[in-house]
């Protein structure tokens, strides 16, 4: 499996904007889709957005369309989320997953990375 880590979060005021990355190493990032997830408080993880390898196609939840932008850097083994116009309900713990094209389920997670976003 690939290992993941993610960075970047923190606090921000409503309106702002964060990137977060995740950083791939282990197996080879090629051939792996992408994805974010998020964990608000006393809530189940949601999907956020998602890409695919090589990076041609991106999906989003609704709740972020136009605001969160996913890309990757596959040179670099690693995936990014831009979030801007950040809102207080976008507060929670972000976390990247990795899922082996032709695999239906995301089999490597990060440890996540808190984003906290004030009123």
């Known amino acids: 499996q690939v290992q993941l880590v993610e960075s970047g979060g923190g606090l921000v005021q409503a309106g702002g904007s964060l990137r977060l990355s995740c950083a791939a190493s282990g197996r080879t990032f090629s051939s792996y889709a992408m994805g974010w997830f998020r964990q608000a408080p006393g809530k189940e993880r949601v999907f956020v957005a998602t890409?695919?390898?090589?990076?041609?196609?991106?999906a989003y939840a609704d709740s972020v369309k136009g605001r969160f932008t996913i890309s990757r850097d596959n040179a670099k083994n690693t995936v990014y989320l831009q979030m801007n116009s950040l809102k207080p309900e976008d507060t929670a713990v972000y976390y990247c997953?990795?899922?082996?094209?032709?695999?239906?389920?995301?089999?490597?997670w990060g440890q996540g990375t808190h984003v906290t976003v004030s009123s």
């Open positions: 890409i695919t390898w090589p990076g041609g196609n991106t």
């Open positions: 997953a990795a899922r082996m094209t032709g695999q239906p389920q995301f089999g490597s």
